[in-house]
């Protein structure tokens, strides 16, 4: 999922929670969180403070940031199944959640069938119904309404596809191929059958994202839906207003006795929206609103100071991140779309600055070589090339830039006079460290004769721009997480057009049918070592392209006041153990 923070594909085997290294992954700066030992109270309100305007979504179909996920999933929203609240890799374990079970497979997994638990209402008090599920399955096939969220179910439920590729059913607002997603999605009194177009040995992991989960047909307002959805989950909208705060309130409508992921602990969840990072961070660094919990992260320059701190470090966690971090290169005609231009873009930046001014290894990451990260230690390799290039120098190597951009005047004049006159454009969030990457980035870039500008986006409203292909500029800053322990959740994700975070948009890329062709084929391999040995391979194409570039293999950091209980990291979105977050009195 995409970083804070996305997914897509036709997986055939179980993925193996073994194959991550995860080490508990907890590597912790400051002492170790004993969330196992607390006592969990109720009442109070618990505060989220962000610097983001508001969240990118609400919308079940529209969430896809790891973070928003994870927070949504805690407080408003249930689906067919849950990740276990747990920290370590057991939390990688799915469990029933308005589902009896975890699904139950038949034709070796191109069928999937779950039959929801009685007695689980709407915040408005209705029943949670089929009807319920399988409308919002479909809300997600509505493209020109419902956009940003992952395309799991358009990739992988029995509906026709047009020659583009385009499925032949557009969602329940215009109802053309109604009959089509009929049949791939059925009823049976309160049991959800859906039938994929091939086993897919995994898909009820996707049972554990919003977009896989109802929405009441009555309830729903189409784009407007991303305002104020129907909860099933323990807390209901109160407010929602963009750039002061988010409200939550407790549902009376939920039944503890139905939902054993989920706890109400505090009377009330508010999210603080707007918050200066200068302010944002006083609030942890002197524990100024003590029941508050840090959102975002602090800047690059106060992290030493907090997990140093005699009276901070034990209110933060270091951990070992499933995020890879890249820079990703729109290979559109019109933008990056020459070789030796991305090369001498890979080359020239001094990748060694932005990691320091980022807080260095400890506290942002180390250089990475594919966006398969090597937590997924069954499906990563370290490629070839990039920065294993002998010419690569973490510091930047103008020299060799030069050279690759004096081929780039021969192998492709135009692009050539486009980027050295006119110049490219790069998307950023509106942050202090991203403007500060930027003045970095700029450097680099002008000294390989390279010119560039910079546009900055508000945190709460990049993904809506950055993920628009009509909007997209050349260089988009951006992270991923796989979905869950395979990359199948990765490769496809980035690489393939419908695949729900490709900003390189290598689809026009004329060797895109046959790499197309190879994911399409990795995702139906039932031999998970030759699955695995596949994504390797296809990792390394992307690399040979240099669709990416800036590539790092994440830490990150949480922080929360001395009032706040219950912390602990949760694996699955790289998040706080949300569930079990409390008010101490």
């Not at 490769?491 to 049918?513: E, H, R, V, W």
Request: aromatic share 12%.
């Amino acid at each position: 999922m995409s970083a804070h923070n996305f997914l897509n594909s036709r997986r055939k085997v179980v993925a193996s929670v073994a194959a991550l290294t995860f080490a508990t992954s907890m590597a912790l700066s400051g002492s170790a969180v004993n969330a196992a030992t607390d006592s969990p109270q109720t009442g109070g309100t618990l505060y989220f403070v962000t610097n983001a305007t508001q969240l990118n979504h609400i919308d079940p179909a529209r969430v896809y940031t790891g973070e928003d996920i994870a927070f949504l999933n805690s407080y408003l929203f249930r689906n067919l199944v849950t990740y276990t609240p747990v920290p370590g890799t057991a939390g990688f374990t799915l469990q029933p959640d308005l589902a009896t079970t975890t699904g139950t497979p038949t034709q070796g997994g191109k069928t999937w069938s779950w039959t929801l638990k009685s007695g689980i209402k709407w915040s408005d008090g209705t029943p949670v119904t089929c009807a319920d599920e399988k409308y919002g399955i479909s809300r997600v096939f509505a493209t020109d309404v419902i956009t940003d969220g992952p395309s799991y179910a358009i990739q992988d439920l029995d509906i026709p596809q047009d020659a583009s590729g385009n499925s032949l059913y557009a969602g329940p607002y215009k109802k053309t191929g109604q009959s089509y997603f009929d049949k791939a999605v059925t009823c049976n009194g309160q049991t959800l059958t859906v039938h994929l177009n091939k086993a897919v040995g995994d898909f009820n992991y996707f049972g554990a994202y919003p977009a896989m989960g109802p929405v009441k047909q009555s309830a729903d307002t189409g784009d407007k839906y991303d305002n104020a959805p129907l909860s099933t989950g323990p807390y209901k909208i109160a407010s929602n207003k963009i750039g002061t705060a988010l409200t939550l309130v407790r549902n009376p409508n939920w039944s503890q006795a139905t939902d054993a992921a989920r706890h109400a602990y505090p009377d009330q969840i508010i999210m603080r929206f707007g918050v200066s990072e200068d302010v944002r961070d006083q609030i942890f660094l002197r524990d100024q609103t003590k029941n508050a919990v840090n959102y975002d992260n602090l800047q690059p320059q106060n992290l030493p100071t907090f997990f140093s701190g005699a009276t901070t470090k034990n209110r933060g966690m270091n951990v070992t991140s499933p995020y890879t971090r890249v820079y990703s290169m729109n290979v559109a005609p019109g933008h990056l779309d020459c070789l030796d231009i991305r090369k001498a873009i890979f080359f020239a930046t001094n990748e060694t600055a932005i990691i320091q001014a980022r807080g260095g290894e400890k506290f942002y990451g180390v250089l990475g070589d594919n966006v398969i990260d090597p937590l997924l230690a069954l499906d990563y390799a370290p490629t070839t090339g990039n920065i294993h290039d002998p010419n690569f120098l973490p510091e930047g190597n103008l020299f060799y830039a030069h050279s690759l951009m004096q081929k780039a005047a021969i192998s492709c004049p135009a692009t050539y006079k486009r980027v050295t006159q006119n110049g490219i454009v790069m998307d950023f969030g509106d942050t202090a460290a991203y403007k500060r990457d930027a003045v970095l980035l700029k450097s680099a870039l002008n000294a390989a004769g390279i010119q560039i500008t910079f546009n900055f986006i508000p945190t709460g409203s990049y993904w809506s721009y950055a993920q628009n292909p009509a909007k997209e500029d050349d260089i988009v800053r951006s992270g991923w997480a796989a979905d869950w322990p395979n990359a199948s959740t990765d490769i496809p994700d980035f690489f393939l057009k419908d695949g729900g975070f490709n900003l390189n948009q290598n689809y026009t890329d004329p060797g895109y049918a046959a790499y197309k062709a190879k994911i399409v084929a990795a995702q139906g391999e039932t031999n998970r070592a030759k699955q695995a040995a596949d994504w390797k391979a296809l990792a390394q194409y992307s690399m040979d392209q240099y669709w990416n570039f800036g590539i790092v293999f994440e830490v990150q950091q949480f922080q929360w006041g001395s009032k706040v209980g219950g912390v602990d990291y949760w694996l699955p979105q790289g998040s706080f153990l949300y569930p079990n977050l409390y008010v101490k009195k």
